[in-house]
């Protein structure tokens, strides 16, 4: 499903809904919304909306954090 996008194309309705299911399963399974993006050939945002409107917690961003 997510391979067959082109870049740019509107997305609504039931193709919408079955690409934010694939795309949560991904993101829960602990892939990056940048490797999500690459992969499906949107941008960051698209992405990030898609998994909003579908529910997911996203995760922090990681890296070192700093203790007082």
């Known amino acids: 499903m997510a391979e ?25 399974d602990g892939e990056s919304i940048r490797s999500l993006a690459a ?5 960051y945002g698209f992405v990030h909306r898609l998994l909003t409107e579908a529910g997911v917690t996203l995760r922090g961003r ?7």
Do not use: F
């Open 39 to 43: 992969s499906t050939g949107r941008s």
């Open 4 to 28: 067959t996008l082109r870049k740019g194309t509107r997305v609504t309705g039931n193709e919408r809904s079955e690409l934010a299911s694939e795309l949560k399963r991904r993101y829960d």
């Open 62 to 68: 990681g890296g070192a954090t700093r203790r007082g």
